[in-house]
């Protein structure tokens, strides 16, 4: 059974920064491209980040990520991050990390479909003013 759990998550005040973490179980780590995405209340899911396996060297931020977010993967340990810098109080939400083949572009936008193989329960991130 493929597992994803996050953790890192938690109150920060705008500025601070976290590291969230997706570990993995349940599958070859290194074939995965890993990816997030948040969720807020009353709004849609949104995509924030992927990164792909180490042998193609995807990365993508989405422009809520670029120039705070980075991403970065440990297959040894099965587990993926995700650092958040200069955090603000719009990226509070639930934070979740998925496992898909690649990062999917639909339409040359990042996002998620029916490569996604697992799912996280996500992490609550809360950004005070």
């Known amino acids: 059974e493929v597992q994803l759990v996050e953790s890192g998550g938690g109150l920060v005040q705008a500025g601070g920064s976290l590291r969230l973490s997706c570990a993995a179980s349940g599958i070859d780590h290194d074939k995965y491209a890993i990816g997030w995405f948040r969720q807020a209340p009353g709004k849609e899911r949104e995509a924030v980040s992927c990164i792909g396996r180490l042998d193609n060297g995807d990365q993508l931020y989405t422009d809520v990520a670029k120039g705070r977010f980075s991403m970065s993967r440990d297959d040894a340990k099965r587990t993926a991050y995700l650092q958040m810098n200069n955090l603000k109080p719009e990226d509070t939400a639930v934070y979740y990390c998925?496992?898909?083949?690649?990062?999917?572009?639909?339409?040359?936008?990042?996002?998620?479909?029916?490569?996604?193989?697992?799912w996280g329960r996500g992490t609550q991130v809360t950004v005070s003013s």
């Open positions: 998925t496992a898909a083949w690649a990062c999917v572009r639909y339409g040359g936008v990042y996002g998620a479909g029916s490569e996604n193989v697992a």
